[in-house]
Each structure stands twice: as structure tokens, then as C-alpha cells.
């Protein structure tokens, strides 16, 4: 692993910046910020608290769902002329779930550079806090009408992985009566303001989550569903094909025999031994 000064080049630069702490910005990022002819940001209210804390003096420019679209070609002519252009989003890493899709995927359509500058990302510091099983699936924020609701978990529903969400705190209550009913016999775990002062995590067994919405109504969260044995435990009873075996073999063993015999992946099984072993 090196160590050196960016080189910066006439690019669309996908900067991430902090989810909350603005500690966790990173040399590199205040590099591109700085070298940047302007910076394309969600809310130029937000960024502009940014370079402050950075001591950075740069021309801001609005670009978010309503005017991605009117905008994207007058940004493409600026990065053909060899501007260096940096997309930001409020918090995190840009066009997950925020604005971006569109201009990335036109310069790739171009010839034009596109270059990630990586750092904080919710949904990664969500995964690797949980304990779950590593293949995630991101699902984004769930819509706000109860039909919708209803046909988008049920197209997730099939999918034998972490399913990761985004959601303001305040719609937890509403959203739990469908996680419960879609993934009764899961588990899940919850990352409310990530880095800030009321930063909270739980994990427990779906079928609780509305044990938890009082106390966590107010900010941004992150929610994982571990829907990766979600099939399995309707068909067959994994806690006790585990229970069986339980002081026969290790832990390590368990869960490379269960794997292979059911097909399932291994880390949610050695999971699930050690939540039972406790």
C-alpha cells in the first residue's frame, strides 16, 4: 500500500464525505475537493458546512433529482473542455440512492473519465457492525404507499441475502408491520445516525423490531434484514439440525458440514451456532 500526493486529472470525481462526523473526511477527498473547478452537491447549504470546516473556497453547483436531467449536458460540454469536476451527495458515498446515475452513466457514454474517491458509506458500515453474512443486496428506501409497500418486499423477498435499507427513523412504525409479515423468522439489525452523538445499533429477531420504534423515531437509519436463511427456516428447522450437533463439533465444523448439506451460506450458519451457544 502506497502513499502519495492524487494526482488530479480532468475527471468526474465521485467523492464520498462523512455520513455524520466530519472527522472522517479523508486527506485524499480534501485533495479532489480543493483541486476541483466546482463541485456538483445535493444541497449547497450542506456542502457549504463542509468546505468551511475544510477551509476550502470553491463554486458550488446544485445538482440533485429535479435538475439532474436539465443540467447533465451543460456539465458533459465543461468536462470535454478537460474541467475537473467533483459529485458529492449530502452525506456518504454519491448516486446510492441520491443523485448521480445520470451523469456517471453519460460520461462512460462519452469517453469521459469517471473516478471514485472512496470513503463513509452507511450501507458498508452497516454490514460490517452486523455480523451478518457478507452477500448484501441494497434495496434502497422503501416506498411510502402501503400497496407499494407490500409488491417491492415481495419482490425482495426471494432474495437470499442481507437486504439493506435506507429510511427516515420516523417511518419505522409503519415499515415494521411489513417487515414482520415478509420476514417473520429473520433477523435484523438497525444503524440509526451513523457517527453522530445519538448514534444507536440494535440487533434482534424481526419478529421484535416493533419493540424498538419508541426509542428510535428521530433521524436516518440504516436496516438490515438477514434474509439469507429465510428460505431455509420455513422448510427445515435449522436450530435444531444445529442442536444436534452442538458439542459434538466445533462451531467452525458445524457450520462447513450444515453449509455443504443444505446449501446455505456458511458465516449465517456459524451466526446462528453462536447465538445459540450463548
Not at 483541486?35 to 458546512?49: A, F, H, M, P
Not at 408491520?177 to 420476514?183: A, N, R, S, V
Not at 448439506?261 to 449465517?268: F, H, P, R, V
Request: aromatic share 8%; with cysteine.
Amino acid at each position: 500500500m502506497n502513499i502519495y500526493k492524487t494526482k488530479i486529472v480532468p475527471a468526474l470525481y465521485i467523492v464520498s464525505t462523512p455520513i455524520g462526523n466530519l472527522g472522517d473526511i479523508s486527506k485524499r477527498q480534501q485533495e479532489i475537493l480543493s483541486g476541483s473547478d466546482y463541485i456538483l452537491c445535493e444541497d449547497t447549504r450542506v456542502t457549504s458546512k463542509l468546505l468551511n470546516f475544510l477551509n476550502i473556497k470553491k463554486k458550488l453547483i446544485s445538482y440533485h433529482s429535479f435538475n439532474e436531467k436539465n443540467k447533465t449536458d451543460k456539465l458533459i460540454n465543461d468536462l470535454k473542455e478537460n474541467k475537473i469536476l467533483s459529485l458529492v451527495s449530502d452525506a456518504g458515498t454519491p448516486a446510492l440512492s441520491d443523485p448521480g446515475q445520470i451523469i456517471i452513466s453519460k460520461c462512460h457514454d462519452e469517453g469521459i473519465k469517471v473516478i471514485p474517491i472512496p470513503g463513509p458509506s452507511a450501507i458498508t458500515a452497516s454490514m460490517s457492525a452486523s455480523g451478518f453474512a457478507d452477500n448484501f443486496y441494497f434495496c434502497g428506501f422503501i416506498p411510502k404507499k402501503n400497496k407499494e409497500i407490500e409488491n417491492y418486499l415481495l419482490k425482495l423477498k426471494p432474495i437470499k441475502a442481507c437486504l439493506v435499507f435506507f429510511m427516515p427513523a420516523r417511518d419505522l412504525r409503519k415499515n415494521s408491520e411489513y417487515l414482520i409479515k415478509f420476514f417473520t423468522k429473520t433477523k435484523f439489525f438497525l444503524a440509526r445516525e451513523i457517527t453522530k452523538v445519538h448514534e444507536t445499533y440494535i440487533r434482534d429477531d424481526t419478529k421484535n423490531i416493533s419493540n424498538y420504534i419508541d426509542e428510535n423515531d428521530k433521524g436516518e437509519m440504516t436496516l438490515i434484514i438477514d434474509n439469507s436463511v429465510e428460505e431455509l427456516s420455513q422448510n427445515i428447522d435449522l436450530d435444531k439440525e444445529i442442536e444436534l450437533l452442538i458439542g459434538k463439533m466445533s462451531s467452525k465444523d458445524i457450520a462447513e458440514y450444515l453449509s455443504k448439506k443444505l446449501e446455505i451460506n456458511k458465516k449465517s450458519i456459524y451466526q446462528r451456532v453462536i447465538d445459540l451457544n450463548d
